[in-house]
């Protein structure tokens, strides 16, 4: 049976289009805008959330990505999700919530969000799974976006269905603080498999902060006789049953409100959430 195709709707929302030639046929190289203010002057907003009188710079983050894929390979696309999660890096950054912090990310696809988290943090490791070249597309992205990059960035593979991870990988997720992902629950099993992991990253040389950002997506059902989101309900069913059982640590889960300042250009829509997960 042959595999879906799918493609992130943000390519129909904006034109991100450039005319720089990608490394591969059937690749693009998409430039993706954001605004970020000038470091140690208060940002100010307006009543509607926008900036306001302090002009920020406009910077750009290039991405070499596929335009589509098959559903085994989204992380080779960019999705909506890493925009979110990208202005909640530069919000804590510019309140120096990131300054000598490690950061960790995991599905991190074409690495979008670790390039913003490398503005501000002393080290960022941006992982995902070793299949489709993602691994060697994210160090091409971190080529084209050096001049961002203020960080010690190093990419690694990090599989969610194989925990037993070598010494290398675990010295260095014992020292990391903040752990960050979007937009990689669209199937049960991977889903399991990353509540499996955030909760072995937790348990590790405690207190650590996940942030996950994710957005709902809606099927018809039969069963349901509704447009539910299958895959959130099992995010938030495995996340409670792991909370609820974990023994080596206390933790803190809580959805956070949307309410901060939006600095890329992508369409916040109201299926986005974000989710912050402490242990102590």
């Known amino acids: 049976m042959p595999e879906y195709t799918v493609t992130s709707e943000i390519y129909e929302e904006y034109d991100y289009t450039s005319n720089i ?45 596929s335009p589509k894929t098959a559903i085994s390979l989204v992380g080779r ?8 999660l990208g202005d909640w890096l ?3 950054g510019l309140k120096g919530e990131l300054s000598n912090k490690n950061v960790l990310e995991l599905g991190a696809g ?36 050096k001049d961002l990059i203020k960080s010690h960035f190093s990419v690694m593979p990090l599989d969610f269905t194989d ?10 997720i014992k020292e990391v603080d903040f752990i960050i992902a979007a ?18 990253i937790l348990n590790l040389k405690p207190p ?5 950002v994710l ?15 299958p895959c959130y309900e099992t995010f938030l069913t495995l996340l409670d049953k792991v909370k609820s059982e974990n023994v080596h640590s206390t933790w803190t889960v809580e959805q956070l409100p949307l309410d901060f300042p939006k600095y890329f250009t992508y369409d916040r829509v109201k299926d986005l959430v974000l989710w912050k997960i402490s242990s102590k």
């Open 110 to 145: 074409t690495g979008v969000t670790s390039i913003v988290a490398a503005l501000f943090a002393e080290k960022v490791v941006c992982t995902d799974i070793n299949v489709g070249g993602i691994l060697d597309l994210i160090n091409l992205n971190a080529k084209y976006n």
């Open 77 to 84: 696309q960019v999705w909506r999700g890493a925009f979110l």
């Open 21 to 65: 030639t990608p490394s591969a046929n059937g690749n693009v190289i998409s430039e993706f805008p954001f605004l970020l203010p000038i470091t140690g002057q208060t940002a100010k907003f307006d009543e509607d959330g926008d900036l306001d009188a302090v002009r920020p710079k406009r910077k750009v983050i290039r991405i070499e990505h």
């Open 163 to 172: 925990t037993a991870w070598s010494s290398k990988l675990n010295n260095v």
């Open 215 to 229: 957005e709902k997506r809606y099927v018809f059902t039969i069963e349901h006789l509704d447009c539910v989101a």
């Open 90 to 92: 530069i919000h804590l």
């Open 208 to 212: 650590k902060t996940v942030y996950v």
């Open 183 to 200: 937009d990689v629950i669209y199937d049960d099993d991977v889903t399991a498999a990353f509540i499996s992991t955030i909760q072995k």
